[in-house]
């Protein structure tokens, strides 16, 4: 099942909805057990991310960071 992908390079200036924004509808796109990579450098977005997901009902099952990206990827609960 490939991964979806959102990469917030474009919205370094953003940590509002715009960034999230694209995040959840992205998220609403999933099917049950499906993933949403998120990458961003900017460490407000990764905390909304989570903050977000939490409260969304998604898990978050892998974190990482490389060159100062960081990468999420968000598991929609399985129905």
Known sequence: MPLRRVDLA??????GDGALGR????YDQL????RLEV????A??????RAW??????EVVEEGS???R??????????
């Open 31 to 34: 099917q049950a057990g499906e």
């Open 10 to 15: 474009g919205a370094e200036e953003e940590c």
């Open 44 to 49: 407000e977005q990764v905390f909304a991310v």
């Open 23 to 26: 995040v959840r509808r992205a």
């Open 70 to 79: 960081t990468r999420l990827v968000v598991r929609r609960p399985e129905a």
């Open 39 to 42: 990458l961003t450098g900017v």
């Open 53 to 58: 997901s939490r409260r969304a009902g998604g």
């Open 66 to 68: 490389e060159m100062g």
